[in-house]
């Protein structure tokens, strides 16, 4: 099963994976509701930081959901039918991916197994293999 | 007799210089920023990089040429032992 | 017709009432001059009345997105922070990287304008529609550095912070205004308006959008345009080098000043090159929406920067008789804290070198002084002992005591470090730049240094060369695309605007776009007052030749200056004194 991988070293914190993944699901560049936000800043103007919050397909959200609305294949999929917003999946998650959003969970689905970050990436930090 | 009289003949139409390129331009020594070649006595630095597979007409962000660290224009006259600099467009600030 | 892009609100904020409220953005001033640089000139023209003195509260300031900002076209995430300069009494647009014009275009405005004053020290908070007026005495006296560490602890790394440092406080003429701690809105003193304003900083979150027409089409095509335009290697030496790549090219081609521009050249260059810097590397950030990532984090022992770029090495290296790297770095990193221009504070250091050493007034520094270097920075910033005199700044130094023969400035902003006796047209650039001496309007060394065959040592055609480089960088800073997508063609801004906007523009349009900018720069500064008389060139590039280089010899003719300008204005249609006509002045 192929997952995303991130090499911060040849990150430039450009967030266009956010920009991108946003546009594909929701129809604007939008960071805020993207399902990846992997971010670099200065702490302190001392040290180069990385917040990295992308989807590992641990598969812990399908594991705790309460509802089985999650499954987990090649990807993760959200059944929002069945999804009840009681946000276990955004606490469980271990990379801070989940997003829960009027009442129903957002996750990144790799879209479909050919994820628009990973073809944006401009400095191939984030690879699917 | 005749041999070394010959060879000698041959060695005073060339000379030997230094090539370097910069940027996007080693491309063209396979990534190595040097070398060290044989070229035609007294040639110019376009005949000079014509010889090493560069025609800075057909680069397309073809910079500018140096001689031993100064600016030269692309038909100036090369020298025995010259370092030849050659550098792609840059801009910016 | 409605512009896909934008988001067609503009936040106006009212300080000395601190109040704010966000009005239609003028969608018909957008059409003629897109957004970023260009539209923010319109507005300060209609908006500035001429004769407002820079440092009052009638003086406002323009934070300007374009519509391409928070879209992943590349390089497209600088903010274009305007004002009156007071500096020069020019008008006056920065370019800042970071972070701060997506948070902005985000929170669902194209652009912000900051009008009057704020009675007591304070800072904005701008949420999404949410602003607030916050206290900023605790603040205030602090460096920038540690300005955005204490608010990025209260308000999070994910907002963008951008703020001054005590030079800016202290309305030092060269203050600047920083973010994401290396990253300035540089020159002709904007840090300083800032201050004027008692205003420390503004602290942006956005959590909104951007819509383009098409958009998954459109990214995909954006997707492809990154990849086999902007990542091409003749942009992407700048991830490798950043700008140092340019101080090998500018000493062989005869145009890296030495010592206050005395002469060019440095046979020690190699001791603070490129490569001597970056071994220091320890990381890589670029800008918001950036492809091609040029920030290089440096630690050089404690001297920790991103950075430093051409100007700053060469100002504070071979400029000021100094070839050790980390005292560059420092100055850097001190330069950013303080709030200070590195451009200007090292050209008026330099300057003050330069005046010691010949007796004409004792500063108290010499060329090669690193440790006064930096110990002067920080009086300057804040007016204090020698710093209250070098405060002032090149072009009043000189008013001041003398040594009017070598000072570099044009219209009071001090010169960047490309020496044009060895680029003639640089002169020129120099000369005409809407905002006093920037290497940015037009960057000559592109047609006449680094290109192989264009004599550089001569006025002949060098209006026309001029003119082209400045509409290029005009339309292309009005978008706004990075200056180091190098490759950028006409065609391609205008297949992105198309992409963008869902109106039709094409590569004529571009060209139009870039010229009306310049007109109307210009046409601010004509309203001041300005005319050919202030379109300078230093004493020094006249009477003294250089003595190194391949341009040693070579001095620039007042003739030949002359001629230049002459050419220049013809090329736009403005009359010998510089002056543009009715008739262009009407259709801006």
Same mark, same amino acid.
């Given at each position: 099963?192929?997952?995303?991988?991130?090499?911060?070293?040849?990150?430039?914190?450009?967030?266009?994976?956010?920009?991108?993944?946003?546009?594909?699901?929701?129809?604007?560049?939008?960071?805020?509701?993207?399902?990846?936000?992997?971010?670099?800043?200065?702490?302190?103007?001392?040290?180069?930081?990385?917040?990295?919050?992308?989807?590992?397909?641990?598969?812990?959200?399908?594991?705790?959901?309460?509802?089985?609305?999650?499954?987990?294949?090649?990807?993760?999929?959200?059944?929002?039918?069945?999804?009840?917003?009681?946000?276990?999946?955004?606490?469980?998650?271990?990379?801070?991916?989940?997003?829960?959003?009027?009442?129903?969970?957002?996750?990144?689905?790799?879209?479909?197994?050919?994820?628009?970050?990973?073809?944006?990436?401009?400095?191939?930090?984030?690879?699917?293999? | 007799?005749?041999?070394?009289?010959?060879?000698?003949?041959?060695?005073?139409?060339?000379?030997?210089?230094?090539?370097?390129?910069?940027?996007?331009?080693?491309?063209?020594?396979?990534?190595?920023?040097?070398?060290?070649?044989?070229?035609?006595?007294?040639?110019?630095?376009?005949?000079? $990089?014509?010889?090493?597979?560069?025609?800075?007409?057909?680069?397309?962000?073809?910079?500018?040429?140096?001689?031993?660290?100064?600016?030269?224009?692309?038909?100036?006259? $090369?020298?025995?032992?010259?370092?030849?600099?050659?550098?792609?467009?840059?801009?910016?600030? | 017709?409605?512009?896909?892009?934008?988001?067609?609100?503009?936040?106006?904020?009212?300080?000395?009432?601190?109040?704010?409220?966000?009005?239609?953005?003028?969608?018909?001033?957008?059409?003629?001059?897109?957004?970023?640089?260009?539209? +923010?000139?319109?507005?300060?023209?209609?908006?500035?009345?001429?004769?407002?003195?820079?440092?009052?509260?009638?003086?406002?300031?323009?934070?300007?997105?374009?519509?391409?900002?928070?879209?992943?076209?590349?390089?497209?995430? /600088?903010?274009?922070?305007?004002? /009156?300069?007071? *500096?020069?009494?020019?008008?006056?647009?920065?370019?800042?990287?970071?972070?701060? *014009?997506?948070?902005? /275009?985000?929170?669902?405005?194209?652009?912000?304008?900051?009008?009057?004053?704020?009675?007591?020290?304070?800072?904005?908070?701008?949420?999404?529609?949410?602003?607030?007026?916050?206290?900023?005495?605790?603040?205030?006296?602090?460096?920038?550095?540690?300005?955005?560490?204490?608010?990025?602890?209260?308000? #999070?790394?994910?907002?963008?912070?951008?703020?001054?440092?005590? *030079?800016?406080?202290?309305?030092?003429?060269?203050?600047?205004?920083?973010?994401?701690?290396?990253?300035?809105?540089?020159?002709?003193?904007?840090?300083?308006?800032?201050?004027?304003?008692?205003?420390?900083?503004?602290?942006?979150?956005?959590?909104?959008?951007?819509?383009?027409?098409?958009?998954?089409?459109?990214?995909?095509?954006?997707?492809?345009?990154?990849?086999?335009?902007?990542?091409?290697?003749?942009?992407?030496?700048?991830?490798?080098?950043?700008?140092?790549?340019?101080?090998?090219?500018?000493?062989?081609?005869?145009?890296?000043?030495?010592?206050?521009?005395?002469?060019?050249?440095?046979?020690?260059?190699?001791?603070?090159?490129?490569?001597?810097?970056?071994?220091?590397?320890?990381?890589?950030?670029?800008?918001?929406?950036?492809?091609?990532?040029?920030?290089?984090?440096?630690?050089?022992?404690?001297?920790?920067?991103?950075?430093?770029?051409?100007?700053?090495?060469?100002? *504070?290296?071979?400029? +000021?008789?100094?070839?050790?790297?980390?005292?560059?770095?420092?100055?850097?990193?001190?330069?950013?804290?303080?709030?200070?221009?590195?451009?200007?504070?090292?050209?008026?250091?330099?300057?003050?070198?330069?005046?010691?050493?010949?007796?004409?007034?004792?500063?108290?520094?010499?060329?090669?002084?690193?440790? /006064?270097?930096?110990?002067?920075?920080?009086?300057?910033?804040?007016?204090?002992?020698?710093?209250?005199?070098?405060?002032?700044?090149?072009?009043?130094?000189?008013?001041?005591? #003398?040594?009017?023969?070598?000072?570099?400035?044009?219209?009071?902003?001090?010169?960047?470090?490309?020496?044009?006796?060895?680029?003639?047209?640089?002169?020129?650039?120099?000369?005409?730049?809407?905002?006093?001496?920037?290497?940015?309007?037009?960057?000559?060394?592109?047609?006449?240094?680094?290109?192989?065959?264009?004599?550089?040592?001569?006025?002949?055609?060098?209006?026309?060369?001029?003119?082209?480089?400045?509409?290029?960088?005009?339309?292309?800073?009005?978008?706004?695309?990075?200056?180091?997508?190098?490759?950028?063609?006409?065609?391609?801004?205008?297949?992105?605007?198309?992409?963008?906007?869902?109106?039709?523009?094409?590569?004529?349009?571009?060209?139009?776009?870039?010229?009306?900018?310049?007109?109307?720069?210009?046409?601010?500064?004509?309203?001041?007052?300005?005319?050919?008389?202030?379109?300078?060139?230093?004493?020094?590039?006249?009477?003294?030749?250089?003595?190194?280089?391949?341009?040693?010899?070579?001095?620039?003719?007042?003739?030949?200056?002359?001629?230049?300008?002459?050419?220049?204005?013809?090329?736009?249609?403005?009359?010998?004194?510089?002056?543009?006509?009715?008739?262009?002045?009407?259709?801006?």
């Amino acid at each position: 099963m192929k997952r995303l991988k991130f090499a911060k070293s040849k990150c430039i914190g450009c967030q266009l994976c956010a920009q991108v993944c946003s546009a594909m699901h929701e129809g604007e560049y939008i960071p805020s509701k993207a399902r990846i936000n992997i971010e670099s800043y200065y702490d302190k103007g001392q040290e180069l930081k990385y917040k990295d919050s992308f989807c590992i397909l641990c598969g812990i959200c399908k594991k705790q959901c309460p509802v089985n609305a999650i499954s987990l294949e090649e990807h993760i999929t959200v059944d929002h039918d069945l999804c009840i917003g009681c946000g276990v999946c955004e606490r469980a998650c271990p990379k801070k991916v989940v997003r829960i959003r009027d009442e129903k969970s957002y996750i990144c689905d790799t879209c479909n197994g050919d994820p628009a970050c990973v073809k944006i990436c401009p400095q191939n930090a984030l690879t699917f293999e | 007799m005749i041999l070394p009289v010959l060879s000698s003949l041959m060695e005073r139409s060339i000379m030997k210089i230094t090539i370097q390129l910069r940027g996007s331009l080693v491309k063209y020594f396979q990534g190595e920023k040097e070398r060290t070649v044989e070229v035609p006595d007294n040639c110019t630095a376009e005949e000079a $990089l014509r010889t090493v597979g560069i025609d800075w007409t057909a680069v397309k962000n073809f910079g500018f040429v140096a001689v031993n660290g100064k600016r030269v224009m692309i038909y100036d006259h $090369l020298k025995e032992g010259d370092e030849l600099k050659a550098y792609p467009k840059i801009s910016g600030g | 017709m409605t512009m896909l892009g934008y988001q067609n609100k503009v936040l106006r904020v009212d300080l000395t009432k601190k109040g704010a409220k966000t009005e239609p953005l003028r969608m018909d001033w957008a059409e003629k001059y897109i957004g970023s640089k260009g539209l +923010a000139i319109k507005y300060m023209y209609e908006e500035l009345k001429p004769g407002i003195d820079p440092l009052s509260p009638e003086n406002k300031l323009f934070l300007t997105t374009g519509p391409m900002t928070g879209t992943p076209i590349p390089c497209s995430g /600088k903010l274009s922070i305007a004002a /009156k300069s007071p *500096a020069t009494g020019t008008m006056n647009d920065c370019s800042i990287g970071g972070h701060s *014009a997506l948070q902005i /275009k985000y929170a669902g405005y194209d652009m912000i304008i900051l009008e009057g004053a704020l009675k007591e020290p304070g800072y904005l908070l701008i949420e999404d529609g949410n602003v607030q007026f916050k206290d900023a005495k605790v603040l205030w006296g602090r460096g920038s550095h540690e300005t955005e560490m204490l608010l990025a602890e209260k308000h #999070g790394h994910d907002h963008s912070i951008l703020s001054i440092g005590p *030079a800016g406080e202290n309305l030092v003429p060269m203050a600047c205004i920083n973010s994401d701690y290396y990253r300035q809105a540089g020159r002709g003193g904007i840090g300083a308006v800032m201050g004027s304003k008692n205003l420390k900083a503004i602290v942006i979150k956005g959590t909104g959008g951007v819509k383009i027409p098409d958009i998954v089409e459109s990214t995909k095509k954006i997707t492809q345009i990154l990849r086999e335009d902007t990542l091409q290697e003749d942009n992407t030496f700048i991830y490798d080098f950043g700008t140092t790549a340019f101080l090998e090219a500018c000493s062989d081609g005869g145009i890296l000043p030495r010592k206050n521009f005395s002469d060019v050249t440095d046979e020690n260059w190699t001791k603070y090159n490129g490569e001597v810097l970056l071994e220091k590397k320890v990381g890589k950030r670029g800008c918001g929406s950036c492809g091609l990532g040029c920030g290089n984090f440096l630690k050089f022992g404690d001297a920790i920067v991103e950075g430093p770029e051409y100007e700053s090495i060469a100002v *504070a290296g071979p400029n +000021a008789g100094i070839d050790d790297p980390e005292a560059i770095v420092k100055f850097n990193q001190v330069a950013d804290d303080m709030g200070l221009d590195t451009i200007s504070a090292g050209d008026t250091i330099n300057f003050a070198m330069e005046m010691t050493e010949k007796g004409v007034h004792d500063f108290g520094i010499r060329f090669g002084d690193k440790e /006064k270097q930096i110990e002067y920075l920080k009086l300057m910033a804040k007016r204090e002992g020698v710093g209250a005199d070098l405060a002032l700044g090149v072009r009043k130094l000189a008013e001041k005591y #003398g040594g009017e023969d070598y000072a570099l400035h044009v219209k009071g902003l001090e010169y960047p470090q490309y020496e044009p006796r060895g680029s003639w047209g640089m002169s020129l650039a120099y000369a005409v730049s809407d905002r006093g001496a920037c290497h940015m309007r037009a960057y000559a060394p592109n047609e006449e240094v680094f290109a192989a065959s264009i004599p550089p040592y001569t006025a002949e055609g060098k209006g026309e060369m001029v003119y082209n480089l400045a509409v290029f960088n005009a339309i292309k800073f009005s978008l706004c695309i990075c200056d180091f997508w190098a490759t950028i063609s006409f065609e391609r801004m205008a297949e992105l605007m198309t992409l963008v906007t869902g109106k039709e523009w094409t590569e004529q349009d571009m060209k139009d776009v870039g010229e009306r900018v310049i007109h109307i720069a210009r046409a601010f500064n004509q309203r001041e007052g300005f005319d050919r008389k202030d379109d300078t060139i230093p004493k020094r590039l006249i009477n003294e030749a250089l003595q190194s280089g391949p341009a040693a010899g070579q001095k620039i003719p007042q003739e030949a200056f002359d001629d230049m300008l002459d050419q220049y204005y013809a090329v736009l249609g403005w009359d010998k004194n510089g002056i543009i006509p009715e008739d262009i002045l009407c259709r801006l």
